[in-house]
């Protein structure tokens, strides 16, 4: 008997990653691979393992791969879960997947699950970790939220946004999955340059009200905190390694720990920059061409 739950993978060129990531939900009843035209074979590699495959064709601002999915894709099960092609599922979150969602007394709309890292070819213990996302949710009463109305310049899937549950959605799944997001440091630099462009674009907008909503995990809601007050303060990218390497004790997690510290101290810094250069650019359209020299 197969889990009844539809699984939501967003891809684009994944061919790499989607046997893992597909081999990991053989126990779900429906499995929905949205692709952005991918160039390589993750199309065939998804209806191979038997996953429907979906085009999504991106209007350049919104509503971006995930929340279209939502929205549009005719799901046959209550509950979705998202999961990434560079992650993997544990066997044991299928049993409990199935516990939880068939249960008749446990009273949830969502479910956080936990992710491990890896990074150079080892799990981070300390840097990122716990790192919560809520992905298990009945998919009517659970949409991304909406930081920005503008282009971001990050690609058709939603970058850091939460998902948010018109419910329940206090529960923390025992089960982990394991990150494969930076199986190199090219990819690393080359995912958080786009993840700068959203950065940027969201700190300069600041449109939204559902920045600042709640998010029901104790965790999440405390980095979110942090991040707004810091994105005050001077020396971002210098508070941006202690907090990896010292706050959250990357230094345990040796060299490794060190270089991704360092990484994201980098990835702050080309966010300040990308900032003030917008900020920039926007004042120079109501100039003149005299004003601008």
Known sequence: MKVPVSILIPIKNEAKNLPGC????????????????????SAEIAEKY????????????????????????????????????DEVLPPEAESEIMNLITSPHLEIDGCWINRRFMFMGKWLRHAYYPNWNLRLFRHKLGRYEKLTDVDTA???????????????????????????????IEVFIEKHNRYSNWEARVALEKKSAQANQPLQNKT????????????????????????????????????????????HSTYEFLTIAKTAELKKNRLNRHKTPSEVI
Do not use: C
């Not at 939603?158 to 329940?168: A, F, I, L, N």
């Not at 923390?172 to 990150?179: E, L, N, V």
């Open 22 to 41: 597909l081999d990991s939900v053989r126990w779900a009843n429906e499995i929905f691979v949205v692709d952005s035209q991918s160039e390589d074979e």
């Open 154 to 184: 990050s690609g058709d899937n939603e970058v850091h946004e939460h998902v948010v549950v018109k419910g329940s959605s206090k529960y923390q799944m025992r089960s982990q999955m394991d990150h494969y997001a930076f199986p190199s």
């Open 220 to 263: 999440v809601n405390m980095r979110r905190k942090i991040k707004g007050y810091v994105n005050k303060l001077p020396f971002r990218p210098i508070l941006r390694f202690l907090y990896v390497y010292i706050w959250q004790k990357g230094f345990l997690d040796g060299r490794e720990g060190y270089y991704f510290a360092r990484l």
């Open 50 to 85: 038997g996953a429907k495959v979906i085009q999504f064709h991106f209007n350049g601002t919104w509503p971006k791969k995930k929340n279209w999915a939502l929205e549009n894709l005719s799901f046959q099960n209550e509950w979705v879960f998202i999961l990434d092609a």
